[in-house]
């Protein structure tokens, strides 16, 4: 093994995976749905920030949508 390499001649590519990687966003999340994922993922051992992901990607997966509507005042 060589004690060192020159790589100034080494031709660059892009990284076939960064169509894959996550995304850092900034969501505003009420305290008690923070309480809820940092608890259950706790009990799976699991960061809370990965459990919301794979909860949502199972929303996206599974094409769930949410009823938003609201009632007609009388």
Not at 40 to 55: F, H, R, T
Not at 65 to 71: G, Q, S
Request: glycine letters at 2%; charged letters at 30%.
């Amino acid at each position: 093994m060589k004690t060192e390499y020159d790589l100034s001649q080494m031709k660059s590519r892009k990284n076939p995976y960064a169509s894959k990687l996550k995304k850092p966003v900034t969501m505003r999340l009420s305290e008690d749905v923070i309480v809820y994922f940092k608890k259950m993922a706790e009990e799976d051992g699991v960061p809370y920030q990965s459990l919301i992901n794979l909860y949502l990607r199972d929303c996206v997966a599974q094409h769930r949508k949410i009823d938003i509507t609201w009632p007609a005042k009388p």
